[in-house]
């Protein structure tokens, strides 16, 4: 067990429609990443967060957006869903020092869209 | 950010030490080398991180050369439970940090 928590497990949806996916990290820790791994991908990168503040982004869709709250805790928004969004979504948390940023990551998300 | 380039499977049988090498030409001063292990439907879990020469830990050792363009990670005595995708990353950790996971390298351990 990591620490990270990730709800929902899985979730299911249709075309169009919008979901959020949730994140805890571990006690402690300041920044959160978020990715997305498709069947037999690797993972892509989408965005990071530090203590409240997007850090980098990476290859994220205008149709998603995430935030960070005051507890620390994360939201990953995910909008207007096609087909081709269904992937497992990960989310990690680290301590956010320079240097040896190492990243616990979550059990994931799994989202499939119909 | 330095990009990576591992191979992309290896087979092993139990017992075996297997090492994976990752290439990292273009690694900057104040990277870090950190390798994460996948099993299918599971988050990536670290497995061991480095700056230079070597580092052991209760699973695996990682060997970086001098010029660090690279680095082998080493597992001991592989059973197959450590079939899983292993990844290899290069980053400072710090301000703009963006994690790129490549492909990977896919160990199969038969018995």
């Known amino acids: 067990d990591s620490g990270v928590t990730q709800t929902p497990k899985h979730l299911i949806t249709a075309t169009g429609q919008r979901v959020t996916l949730r994140c805890s990290p571990r006690?402690?820790?300041?920044?959160v990443y978020w990715y997305q791994q498709s069947l037999d991908q690797g993972l892509q990168f989408l965005i990071q967060y530090y203590n409240g503040e997007e850090r980098a982004k990476g290859n994220i869709l205008e149709r998603f957006s995430a935030q960070q709250f005051p507890d620390l805790h994360s939201e990953l928004n995910l909008s207007s869903l096609e087909l081709g969004d269904s992937a497992l979504y990960f989310c990690?948390?680290?301590?956010?020092?320079?240097?040896?940023?190492?990243?616990?990551f979550g059990p994931g998300t799994r989202l499939t869209v119909l | 950010l330095a990009k990576t380039t591992q191979p992309i499977s290896m087979d092993s049988y139990e017992g075996q030490e297997v090492n994976i090498t990752c290439s990292h030409n273009?690694?900057?001063?104040?990277?870090?080398i950190t390798w994460y292990q996948q099993f299918p439907s599971q988050g990536p879990r670290f497995i061991i991180q480095g700056y230079k020469t070597k580092v052991t830990n209760e699973v695996a050792s990682l060997f970086i050369p001098a010029d660090r363009k690279s680095s082998t990670l080493s597992l001991p005595r592989v059973s197959l439970s450590d079939t899983a995708v292993y990844y290899c990353?290069?980053?400072?950790?710090?301000?703009?940090?963006?994690?790129?996971f490549g492909a990977g390298t896919r160990l199969f351990v038969k018995a």
């Open positions: 990353l290069v980053g400072d950790g710090g301000g703009g940090f963006k994690t790129i």
């Open positions: 006690s402690g820790d300041l920044s």
């Open positions: 273009n690694i900057a001063t104040n990277d870090y």
């Open positions: 990690a948390s680290s301590v956010g020092y320079p240097g040896t940023d190492t990243q616990y």
